[in-house]
């Protein structure tokens, strides 16, 4: 437009109607912005055209779609109402298996307090931080967590964007033992041009032999070892785990064992590793790692925690030795029992029978030596024939062909007539029942029954000077408690750990007892069948309560 015949006043006029447009546009463009508006008309050569925001939204969906990290937007309950499908691959579900839980499904328990801190401050202000997160195959995955608030229709909701940091850890612990490797040089060197104190040199020299010497014991041993941080994160490996693994330190280091745990153990693996971590008690479990070859084979870990003077953990060393020629013999045994205990088992009936004849002899009176001596056959043949019943119940176990007749049954009867007979068997000691209520489950009686007096038989064994034993049956929260309190010798914390191991038993200078110790492995295979629980509570010296729990009939 050609301004320059125009007068002051039509100028101050165009000058206003311009201003006017600039602020209605800027106006526009903030009510965009706070999503004040949904649409807008635009005139243009072809006249006026609608633009509405959705295209924009459509491109922002396809960005956060395509992005490397995992994107969750959640309620104020922590449920997930949206996620891309990169978080959905993190953790190994399909995405419309994700949508609909709540976040924490995913955070281990060894991150759930600082994953909770994060999530609270969140809502309050952008905030970032690590945690740890587990997908569907239990396998731990380090994250970078950053939370934002998002204004949505629905309400105020929470972005949360998720970063892999599993190759950047690796590529830290492989950074870190570079760094502490030209530390270390650069500390000797520095030793050697400075010329340091004596004390401060021989210091240094002592903890240059004490790790040279650790060094050389690790790798000098058959066993893998390794030592891990309070956190959990592996920092040193021995030359055995290289050599059996074939994998470098940044491929195992941190988390990073996981990959060579078999899928099958790791689940119980973790289970136990992140429980010593939490206790700080002697982390144990059997599990099967994969050799570099792709071979599996069976290990006994130990790892037990090094403290301060203040009890804090400084560390933890561990080892893994090879069992899986253990593993073999012992499968060997098992297969030897088993036949062992049917070939005895029909001559050791045919000879209770032979002695059950002649103890019933009418014709002529037998000499009260000879009754004395067949009543004791009896009780030395009844004891062989209870070893044989569990040798075969285990050889069962094993081949998984122990039965289980299932069926409804009134467990205070059931406790009252076994009661009954234990007060035939034990006429020394005092029983006494503190049931109350009627108790119905559906389980197999006779195998029931036997756990119940496997139970009493060894409140029998140790609580020799105390001959009282309670039993009693308590319902809690759907199931009853079948318990059988004795006040003889107890169980040390290390006893406990054990006492349901195959062929464990309780060596007792006072009370020497007899026995393979397979009852309470046996009982504790029984009750893991009817879908129920079985533990024990006991203090050394002041006698133990074993116990099971069922499933209660509703």
């Known amino acids: 437009m050609d301004t320059a015949n125009l007068t002051y006043d039509e100028l101050l006029a165009q000058h206003r109607e311009l201003q006017f447009q600039l602020e209605e546009a800027n106006d526009t463009i903030e009510a965009i912005r706070n999503g004040q508006v949904d649409a807008l008309i635009v005139k243009g050569a072809e006249g006026h055209q609608l633009f509405t925001l959705k295209t924009a939204d459509q491109t922002y969906r396809v960005f956060i779609e395509k992005m490397n990290e995992g994107a969750v937007t959640l309620n104020h309950e922590g449920m997930i109402l949206y996620s891309n499908s990169r978080f959905a691959a993190m953790m190994n579900l399909p995405l419309e298996k994700v949508i609909g839980l709540k976040f924490e499904t995913f955070v281990p328990e060894i991150s759930l307090e600082k994953f909770i801190g994060i999530i609270n401050n969140g809502w309050e202000e952008d905030c970032k931080g690590e945690i740890l997160l587990t997908n569907s195959t239990r396998i731990l995955i380090p994250c970078l967590l950053s939370c934002t608030t998002l204004d949505l229709d629905e309400g105020l909701a929470l972005s949360l964007i998720l970063t892999d940091l599993t190759l950047q850890k690796e590529t830290e612990w492989e950074l870190k033992i570079k760094n502490d490797e030209l530390t270390a040089a650069h500390n000797e060197t520095e030793k050697l041009n400075n010329q340091l104190e004596d004390t401060v040199r021989e210091r240094t020299k002592d903890l240059l032999i004490s790790r040279e010497h650790f060094k050389l014991l690790s790798n000098n041993i058959p066993q893998m070892s390794w030592t891990n941080l309070p956190g959990g994160e592996v920092d040193f490996y021995n030359q055995q785990w290289y050599s059996y693994t074939g994998l470098r330190f940044g491929d195992t280091a941190g988390w990073g064992w996981q990959r060579i745990v078999h899928p099958d153990d790791l689940p119980a693996t973790l289970s136990k590793y992140e429980s010593s971590l939490k206790t700080g008690h002697t ?183 105390n001959n009282q034993i309670i039993v009693n049956a308590q319902a809690k929260k759907g199931m009853v408690r079948i318990s059988v309190t004795d006040f003889g010798v107890g169980l040390s914390p290390e006893q406990k750990e054990k006492i349901f191991e195959r062929f464990y038993r309780v060596e007792d200078q006072k009370f020497r007892t007899g026995g393979l110790g397979m009852g309470l492995y046996i009982s504790t295979e029984i009750i893991s069948n009817h879908k129920g629980k079985i533990g024990v509570e006991s203090e050394l010296g002041k006698g133990s309560t074993f116990y099971f729990d069922l499933p209660l009939l509703t």
């Open 283 to 465: 982390f144990e479990v059997e599990n099967r790692y994969r050799r570099w070859d792709g071979v599996y084979r069976w290990h006994l870990n130990r790892a037990v925690p090094l403290k301060d003077d203040q009890g804090n953990i400084i560390f933890w060393v561990g080892t893994a030795t090879d069992i899986e020629d253990q593993k073999v013999e012992m499968e060997r045994k098992d297969e030897f029992i088993g036949v062992a205990s049917h070939e005895l088992k029909t001559p050791l009936t045919s000879l209770k029978g032979y002695i059950q004849l002649i103890g019933a002899y009418k014709k002529e009176p037998l000499p009260a030596v000879v009754k004395q001596y067949i009543e004791k056959a009896g009780v030395a043949l009844n004891k062989l024939q209870h070893l044989v019943n569990d040798l075969l119940d285990v050889s069962k176990i094993h081949a998984g062909r122990l039965e289980y007749s299932m069926a409804e049954v009134n467990l205070t009867e059931l406790i009252e007539i076994t009661l009954d007979n234990s007060r035939h068997i034990y006429p020394t000691h005092r029983f006494e029942n503190h049931t109350e209520g009627i108790y119905k489950v559906i389980c197999n009686a006779e195998r029931v029954e036997q756990v119940m007096m496997n139970f009493i038989n060894n409140a029998v064994k140790y609580s020799q000077v």
